[in-house]
């Protein structure tokens, strides 16, 4: 449908390119265009993009995670004045671990239209190169950044069959890995950079042998595989390594760490709540 056709008042959510520009589509390129106004996390960023794609924006407002809930109201009431807003993040897909969950779910409540403007998205391209079975398969964002809130979200699929995607910074990618094997068990990996660009390139590896991951910038995208057996210790067993290890003394904390290294799907706090009872 041409965008001439399309009702005022529409947010378009557009894909923009992860790294090759020549991902722009041409419907993207004639929203970001046509758009009253455009909102993204970057305004600096994006125009300095925009100028490269040869796109001429209209107008760009800041739109990020900080004041994403602040901005809806004034959003929502510049699309019920019959002005078209373009929604783009920092690269790919918007909402998916970036800014616009919040105002895609007002203009929904509102009754406001919203056309998605499909394209680049880095989930699905690291999980389309991997190699990893692609389906089922659960996208995190980014992983909590403490350890034990890391255990907790990646728990409770130890023993799922399915695929997990997720983003992560390179000088916490050797930590989060090990405690992700210490979790889920021995399984394939992939870690994609640089991706659509010039250095594109995807790591494959197994989560109970790292590589070294110096020379890696940057954020990444991980995808780390199903299990390839029953991947969650049963509770006989870890109580019988809880068994063996507070004989070999130390603090509670200390013994569930040690048990969490020899099961497999545990956290250390189910582990130490179990340890107290």
């Known amino acids: 449908m041409s965008l001439n ?17 020549g991902d722009l589509s041409p419907r993207a390129r004639q929203c970001l265009e046509q758009a009253d106004l455009v909102l993204a996390e970057d305004t600096k960023r994006e125009s300095l993009a925009c100028a490269r794609w040869g796109v001429t924006v209209r107008r760009f407002v800041s739109f990020h995670d900080h004041n994403e809930k602040d901005k809806c109201a004034s959003v929502l009431a510049c699309l019920k004045e019959g002005k078209n807003i373009a929604l783009i993040s920092d690269a790919g897909m918007p909402v998916l671990a970036d800014p616009g969950y919040a105002v895609v779910r007002a203009c929904r409540a509102e009754g406001i239209t919203v056309s998605v403007v499909p394209g680049p998205c880095a989930p699905v391209a690291a999980l389309a190169g991997s190699g990893i079975p692609p389906q089922p398969f659960v996208f995190f964002g980014f992983l909590p950044r403490g350890r034990a809130a890391q255990e907790k979200t990646l728990a409770p699929y130890a023993s799922l069959s399915c695929t997990l995607v997720f983003f992560e910074r390179r000088d916490r990618l050797a930590e989060t890995l090990s405690g992700a094997f210490s979790l889920l068990g021995p399984r394939e990996v992939c870690v994609a950079r640089e991706l659509t660009k010039t250095h594109e390139e995807f790591l494959r590896f197994r989560l109970e042998s790292l590589p070294n991951f110096d020379g890696i910038l940057g954020e990444v995208t991980v995808v780390i595989g199903p299990p390839e057996q029953t991947s969650r210790s049963c509770r006989e067993e870890v109580e019988a390594a ?16 040690r048990v969490q290294a020899r099961v497999c799907g545990w956290t250390t706090g189910e582990i130490y709540a179990i340890l107290t009872r």
């Open 5 to 21: 056709s399309v009702n005022p008042g529409t947010l378009w959510v557009v894909a923009t390119p992860l790294g090759n520009p």
């Open 242 to 257: 809880i068994t063996e290890e507070t004989l070999l003394g130390g603090a509670p904390r200390a013994v569930a760490k």
